[in-house]
């Protein structure tokens, strides 16, 4: 039975770019790099930089890391200023912010919880909505 996500991992063009976009701009904690590859985390939440050539989904896909409301201001501000380029404008419950990494992988820094989207959709429930 599954238990949880394990680790998420991202093919990237340059690992130093890489590992400066996660470590530097978004806060991960670098564990350790080698030629090909890196391990960072977010929390509880494992990623791997894997060298390659990345081919990012160009539909909704996208990991979606958690942040602080105070903190998503502060960093919003700062990738802006950097022109890191934005994907989605948020629609739904809590803030968000989605962005591309260097290699264009779909992230968005979001500031609710499965709980906040529950009670949200309490009170506004979508097209077709079934409780389970």
Known sequence: MISGINH???AVRDLSLSIQF????LG???????????YLTAGDTWLCLSLGEPEPAKDYTHVAFSIGEKALTELRAKLRELGVEEWKQN????DSLY???PN?????L???TL?????????????GLVWC
């Not at 991960?28 to 890196?38: C, E, N, P, R, Y």
């Not at 264009?104 to 968005?108: A, C, K, M, Q």
């Open 115 to 127: 709980a906040t989207r529950l009670a949200e959709l309490e009170k506004a429930p979508y097209r």
């Open 8 to 10: 998420i991992t991202f």
């Open 28 to 38: 991960m904690k670098l564990h350790v790099f080698w030629d090909t590859g890196a």
């Open 22 to 25: 996660y470590r530097d701009l």
């Open 99 to 101: 962005l591309l990494d």
């Open 104 to 108: 264009g992988h779909r992230i968005e």
């Open 91 to 94: 629609t739904s419950e809590g």
């Open 110 to 112: 979001h500031c609710g």
